[in-house]
């Protein structure tokens, strides 16, 4: 299970900051990251971490905005978002990849998180 907070209304040039919290019967989070989906447009990745190693990734049009990081003891992620355009409106949603101690290969979705920046 994971439960998203943190989106809402922010001005542009503002700044907000998401969560998501993961729970259940995995034994390992390979891969914690944010999506979203613009009104009327596919969801595409905005950022990604992996925890083993720290790597990040970004898309090109967040690059040096935000910052995905996590905390491993706490199986939360988080994407600070900083300098928001109009543009970044849309449903954000937090996307887990693990494995259970029986087998591997699993990826879960939050129920989406709305962000809404005004011009």
């Known amino acids: 299970q994971l439960v998203e907070s943190g989106g809402g209304l922010a001005q542009a040039g503002g700044s907000l900051r998401l969560t998501c919290v993961a729970s259940?019967?995995?034994?390992?989070?390979?891969?914690m990251g944010w999506y979203r989906q613009p009104p009327g447009k596919q969801r595409d990745l905005v950022a990604k971490?992996?925890?083993?190693?720290?790597?990040?990734r970004y898309a090109d049009s967040v690059q040096g905005r935000f910052t995905i990081s996590s905390d491993s003891a706490k199986s939360t992620v988080y994407l600070q978002m900083d300098s928001l355009k109009p543009e970044d409106t849309a449903v954000y949603s937090c996307?887990?990849?693990?494995?259970?101690?029986?087998?591997?290969?699993?990826?879960?979705w939050g129920q989406g998180t709305l962000v809404t920046v005004s011009s």
């Open positions: 971490i992996f925890p083993g190693s720290g790597r990040t």
């Open positions: 259940g019967g995995f034994s390992r989070i390979n891969a």
């Open positions: 996307n887990v990849n693990w494995d259970s101690f029986r087998r591997s290969g699993f990826s879960s």
